[in-house]
């Protein structure tokens, strides 16, 4: 059992930068991989980020590709999603995403919604142009 929490949403200006934590409980944190994905009124939830258990690789979508930036201390359990040159397409809901091992999805994409088994509360994040 895991538990997340997010922390960081609020209101920015187009063009501005917000930072996104998110503390995860348990010992075994570095084993999971963590994502970040968001939800904007009307949509699907969509993939933002992504990092590997020990942190040696990360995976964004396009939209997000080279304004964003994922990393993770897996000594203090927390993953950071910094965000900057925040676009009003970028207002949403984000949610943390814990990705424990498992056979039924060994060779899935990081992207996938699906494959995260635990799901922080949300924080909003708002961009005004």
């Known amino acids: 059992q895991v538990q997340l929490v997010e922390s960081g949403g609020g209101l920015v200006q187009a063009g501005g930068s917000l930072k996104l934590s998110c503390a995860a409980s348990?010992?075994?944190?570095?084993?999971?991989?963590m994502g970040w994905f968001r939800q904007a009124p009307g949509k699907e939830r969509e993939f933002v980020a992504a990092i590997t258990p020990s942190g040696g690789s990360t995976f964004y979508a396009d939209s997000v590709k080279g304004r964003f930036t994922i990393s993770r201390d897996n000594a203090k359990n927390t993953v950071d999603l910094q965000m900057n040159s925040l676009k009003p397409e970028d207002a949403a809901v984000y949610y943390c995403a814990a990705r424990l091992y498992s056979s039924s999805y060994r060779g899935s994409s990081y992207s996938s919604r699906y494959t995260y088994q635990y799901w922080g509360q949300g924080t909003q994040v708002t961009v005004s142009s």
């Open positions: 348990g010992r075994t944190f570095s084993t999971y991989a």
